[in-house]
C-alpha cells in the first residue's frame, strides 16, 4: 500500500480530522456500491429486452453498438433530453419530488446489505428491521405520484399499487419473520454466516414456503408483471406515473429495476445463503478451488437468477385480476406464513434442520 | 460537538415539521408534514442509540399508519375554508394541552435533575450490545403476562373492526373465487369423440 500511495497523499489524509476521515471513507463506500448498481440497474433493462425477445422468438435490441450493448445508454439519453411536462393544476412540487421517493428507500436499502464477508456499507444490529422498514416507504412515491398529478387514470393505478404493496407487505414480514427465527438474528451478515455448509444447509429447504411466498411477494411488491395492475396499460393507459416524461419518468424506471435487483440480492441473502458458495460440501473439488470459496461471484450469479426469473415471470404469464390479487395476498400467503411459522417452532424445538444442536 | 450539530439540525427540522402540521392549508401537505416529523423524531432517537425504537417508529407508523392516513386524506374532498376556520376555534383547547404537556416535560426534567447528576449527552451502549435483544429479553421474561394482554386486546380490536363493517348487502352480485380457481377445463368444455360420417 505504502509505495503506492505518495506520501504527500498520505501526510494530508491523516492531517484530516477523524470526522472527516470517516465522512470521506463512506462516501467512498457508497460510491463504491452504487455506481456498479446504477450500471446493473442500465444494463438490466437491456437483458430483459432480449430475454423476452428470445422467449418470443425475436431477436430484441442489436442496433445500437455490437450486440446492442449500447442500448441502455441510448435510451438514457433519450429521455435525460426529453422535456419534463407538468401538467396543468397538478401539485407541482409534489409531482416533482414522487420520483425521488420511491427511487432513494429503493438505494438506501443497499446500505446494510453485506456484499461478502467483510464489506458492508452500514453493518447494524438491526439489518433486517432496516430492510423492513424502507422497503415498506417505496410506496409513498406511488400514492404521491399518482394523486399530484391529477389525474383520474394515475389515480386509480396509484390506489390499486398502494393497497397491493401494503397487503403483500405483511406476508414479506412474517417471512421475515421465519428466516430471523433460522438466522437468530437481525444482521444480515449474521444471517448469512448462519447458513454456512453448502446448498442443502441454506434456508431455502427448511424455509421452502416461505422463500416462494417471499420472492412472489417481491414481485408483487415491485409492481412487475404479472402483478403490475398498477400500470396496468389496458385499462388504465400507464397507471401512476402516466403523466411523467423525460427525466421524471427515467428516475421511476430506475426505481422499479433498483427495486428488482433489491428484492433478488435480499432473496439470495435470506434464503440462497448470500455470498456462499453452493459446492462448499465437495471435498473432491480441492482445497483451494474457488469454487469452494465463499466470494462476491456468488452473490451476483444468484442475483442475476432471481433477475431472469423476474423477466421469465413476465414474458411466461398474463396479468392477475385484481380481486385474485388481493385474495392471493390476504387468504393464502399470510396463513402460509403464519403455519410455517408454528411448523418452524416444532423444528426448533425437535432441533431438526438450521436447529440441529 | 458533531453530535450536537446533528441533533440541533434534526430538532429544528422537527419543529418545522410539525408547524407544517398544522399550518399547511392542503392535507395532503400537512400529512406529508407528519411523516417528516415522525422521520426527524426517529432520527432523534437513533442519536440516542435505540436503534429498535428509532427504525420501528418508521416501519409502523411511516411505513403502515401514514400510508392508510394518506388514502383517507386524498379520497375525501375537504374544503379548505372550513378547515381554516377550524384553527381559529380550535386553537384554546390546543394551546391548554400543549400548555399542560410542557408542565409534564418541564416536571420531569426538574424531577430528574433533582435526583440524578445531569450528563452532557446521551450514555453511550457497551461493544455488542443489542437494543432490539434487551427489549425482547425483558418483554418476554418479566412483562410477559402484560404483552400478551395487549396482543389479544389487539386482536380483539382487529376482530371488532371486522365484524363491525363486514356487511352483505342484498342481492350483491360477487364472484366465487374458489370455484374460479378451481375450475378445471373439463368442467367446462365437453369433448365429444364421434365417428367421421361417411362421405355421402
Not at chain 2, 376556520?85 to 426534567?109: D, F, K, S, T
Not at chain 2, 365484524?163 to 377445463?185: C, D, F, P
Request: charged residues 15%.
Amino acid at each position: 500500500m505504502g509505495s503506492l500511495i505518495p506520501q504527500f497523499a498520505l501526510d494530508l489524509w491523516n492531517g484530516l480530522p477523524v470526522e472527516l476521515q470517516t465522512v470521506v471513507t463512506h462516501v467512498f463506500k457508497i460510491v463504491i456500491v452504487l455506481l456498479p448498481l446504477i450500471l446493473a440497474v442500465a444494463f438490466s433493462t437491456y437483458f430483459e429486452r432480449k430475454i423476452i425477445g428470445y422467449m418470443q422468438r425475436r431477436i430484441g435490441p442489436n442496433r445500437v453498438g455490437p450486440l446492442g450493448l449500447g442500448q441502455p445508454f441510448a435510451d438514457v439519453i433519450k429521455l435525460l433530453i426529453k422535456e419534463v411536462v407538468i401538467p396543468t393544476r397538478s401539485n407541482r412540487f409534489l409531482f416533482l419530488i414522487a420520483p425521488l421517493l420511491s427511487l432513494i428507500p429503493a438505494f438506501a436499502t443497499w446500505a446494510v446489505i453485506p456484499l461478502n464477508d467483510t464489506f458492508v456499507i452500514a453493518d447494524i444490529n438491526a439489518g433486517l428491521l432496516y430492510v423492513l422498514a424502507l422497503t415498506s416507504l417505496g410506496v409513498y412515491g406511488v400514492i404521491l405520484a399518482g394523486w399530484a398529478t391529477n389525474s383520474k387514470y394515475a389515480f386509480l393505478g396509484a390506489m390499486r399499487s398502494a393497497a397491493q404493496i401494503v397487503a403483500y407487505e405483511i406476508a414479506m414480514g412474517f417471512a421475515l419473520v421465519g428466516v430471523l427465527m433460522a438466522g437468530g438474528s437481525l444482521n444480515l451478515g449474521d444471517i448469512v454466516r448462519a447458513q454456512e455448509g453448502g446448498i442443502t444447509s441454506w434456508f431455502w429447504l427448511p424455509l421452502l414456503p416461505l422463500f416462494v411466498v417471499y420472492f412472489i411477494s417481491g414481485v408483487a411488491e415491485t409492481n412487475r408483471a404479472p402483478f403490475d395492475v398498477a400500470e396496468g396499460e389496458s385499462e388504465i393507459v400507464a397507471g401512476f406515473h402516466v403523466e411523467y416524461s423525460g427525466v421524471a419518468f427515467a428516475l421511476f424506471f430506475l426505481a422499479e429495476y433498483a427495486n428488482m435487483l433489491l428484492i433478488s440480492a435480499l432473496t439470495s441473502i435470506f434464503f440462497l445463503g448470500g455470498w456462499a458458495s453452493p459446492f462448499e460440501g465437495l471435498t473432491f473439488l480441492g482445497d483451494g478451488s474457488f469454487l469452494r470459496e465463499p466470494s462476491l461471484m456468488w452473490l451476483c450469479l444468484k442475483i442475476a437468477f432471481f433477475m431472469f426469473v423476474f423477466f421469465w415471470l413476465r414474458a411466461t404469464f398474463p396479468r392477475y385480476r385484481y380481486d385474485q390479487i388481493m385474495r392471493l395476498g390476504w387468504k393464502v400467503f399470510i396463513p402460509v406464513t403464519l403455519v410455517w411459522i408454528a411448523v418452524e417452532a416444532l423444528m426448533a424445538w425437535l432441533q431438526v434442520g438450521p436447529w440441529a444442536a | 460537538m458533531f453530535q450536537a450539530i446533528l441533533f440541533y439540525t434534526f430538532a429544528a427540522v422537527l419543529i418545522g415539521a410539525a408547524m407544517g402540521v398544522i399550518f399547511s392549508r392542503n392535507p395532503v401537505h400537512a400529512v406529508m408534514f407528519l411523516v417528516l416529523a415522525f422521520f426527524q423524531s426517529s432520527l432523534l432517537w437513533l442519536l440516542a442509540e435505540a436503534e429498535f425504537l428509532a427504525i420501528v417508529l418508521i416501519l409502523v407508523y411511516v411505513g403502515a399508519v401514514m400510508v392508510l392516513f394518506l388514502f383517507v386524506v386524498m379520497m375525501i374532498d375537504i374544503n379548505v375554508e372550513r378547515v381554516q376556520g377550524g384553527l381559529v376555534r380550535y386553537a384554546p383547547l390546543g394551546l391548554v394541552i400543549a400548555g399542560l404537556m410542557v408542565v409534564e416535560l418541564v416536571q420531569l426534567i426538574w424531577a430528574r435533575s433533582r435526583f440524578e447528576v445531569a450528563t452532557g449527552g446521551f450514555a453511550a451502549t457497551p461493544e455488542g450490545y443489542s437494543n432490539t435483544e434487551a427489549l425482547g429479553a425483558i418483554l418476554y421474561t418479566e412483562h410477559v403476562y402484560a404483552f400478551e394482554i395487549a396482543a389479544v386486546i389487539l386482536l380483539l380490536a382487529i376482530v371488532a373492526a371486522i365484524s363491525l363493517t363486514m356487511r352483505k348487502r342484498e342481492g350483491l352480485k360477487v364472484q366465487n373465487i374458489t370455484s374460479q380457481v378451481a375450475a378445471r377445463a373439463k368442467d367446462r368444455v365437453r369433448v365429444v369423440k364421434m365417428e367421421a360420417e361417411k362421405r355421402q
